[in-house]
């Protein structure tokens, strides 16, 4: 940051979100392995994804809230920005109710197919989001 401004520059939101994106992306890796062991049954591992989730929940929802703050500092000001940042709040939106549904079917079903049909369709989401953004929003070039 500038001496003195407590506002970060462009390239220090890009760099921040990019280093979110490389955490979010180590806590699907050990979402999608517990998901897998999960089908099994076993107690401990359902907890334990169980957690996960809820971390990861907790992880998303704070990087999504800093993106559509941040998001206006990293995109000129038009009407294509907005059209932009509203495409990104829906797929925000769609994000954290896929991750509720997801957390719903666990607890009322602790596992099953659907659960592992859901966490994949929630962590493939969370994943082409995060890739789009890269590319889109993180380039540097807006």
């Not at 509720?100 to 659907?114: F, M, P, Q, S, Y």
């Not at 994949?120 to 807006?142: C, F, P, V, Y």
Request: charged content about 35%; hydrophobic content about 35%; proline content about 2%.
């Amino acid at each position: 940051m500038e001496s003195g401004s407590d506002t970060p520059t462009a390239d220090e939101i890009r760099q921040r979100i990019r280093s979110e994106h490389y955490r979010i992306s180590e806590q699907l890796s050990r979402v999608d392995a517990l998901t897998e062991e999960a089908r099994g049954g076993n107690p401990a591992t359902i907890i334990a994804l169980r957690q996960q989730l809820q971390a990861l929940g907790a992880t998303l929802l704070d990087h999504l809230h800093y993106e559509e703050y941040s998001l206006p500092s990293l995109t000129r000001q038009s009407d294509a920005a907005e059209d932009v940042a509203e495409v990104m709040r829906r797929e925000h939106r769609a994000q954290r109710e896929l991750l509720d549904r997801v957390i719903r079917d666990l607890d009322e079903t602790a596992v099953g197919e659907k659960l592992v049909v859901g966490v994949r369709e929630l962590t493939r989401a969370i994943r082409d989001d995060m890739e789009h953004e890269e590319r889109e929003l993180l380039s540097g070039t807006n």
